[in-house]
């Protein structure tokens, strides 16, 4: 199997589990991701502005900074960012009218998922963007594992969140935050990631 076959199945897996996660589990019960989904789905909640433009929105600084300091993080996640933007928002059209699960089980569900995404892409140095993308480009730096840096990003969006939420909610979300969490660093940890930047995909 070539690199970019290897590549197009890892991003379109990741993303779609992310996609799924995030509209079958969580947007049912009103509940918050972390990170750079986090605020897409305080906005979408407040505003009902897709998610996925909110993430475009938001990462543009971040992608500025991988741009600077971090060229080749910057083209291996930009891929990322678009397609998991526009997967989420595409099935945001299928979100069923009843949920799926019960509360817990969906955020438990919901954020595996997420972590799985996010993990399977980290393998090969890809990011939907945002929080994540900045997570990788500390872990570059230091020797931080990407998964925990991303749970204390995600709990950062999650606090944001409160004002909108109501206490089950949050406890639902935070729930759901620490089984991202756990999933990403697990899967990272088992796949030997490397925090040494990846070479250009493209120029």
């Known amino acids: 199997m070539s690199k970019m076959i290897r590549y197009v199945i890892v991003l379109l897996s990741g993303c779609t589990l992310i996609s799924v996660g995030i509209n079958f589990f969580f947007v049912s019960y009103h509940l918050l991701d972390g990170g750079i989904i986090g605020f897409g789905l305080i906005a979408h909640y407040v505003w009902q502005v897709p998610v996925g433009v909110t993430i475009i929105i938001v990462s543009i600084p971040i992608y500025v900074l991988a741009w600077f300091y971090f060229r080749s993080f910057f083209y291996n996640s930009l891929a990322g960012v678009i397609v998991s933007s526009l997967l989420i928002d595409w099935l945001a059209i299928f979100i069923p009218e009843t949920p799926l699960l019960p509360p817990l089980p969906s955020a438990i569900i919901g954020g595996l998922l997420l972590g799985i ?18 997570a990788q480009m500390i872990a570059t730096k230091t ?4 998964g925990v840096l991303i749970v204390v990003f995600d709990m950062a969006a999650v606090v944001a969140g409160f004002p909108i939420v ?21 899967i990272t940890a088992w796949g030997g990631h490397s925090h040494s930047p990846p070479p250009p995909i493209s120029k």
């Open 117 to 134: 995404g996010a993990g399977i892409m980290f393998l090969l140095d890809i990011s939907q963007g945002g929080f994540d993308l900045l």
């Open 143 to 146: 020797s931080w594992n990407v």
């Open 166 to 186: 109501t206490h089950d909610e949050i406890i639902l979300s935070t729930i759901a935050v620490i089984a991202t969490g756990l999933a990403t660093t697990i």
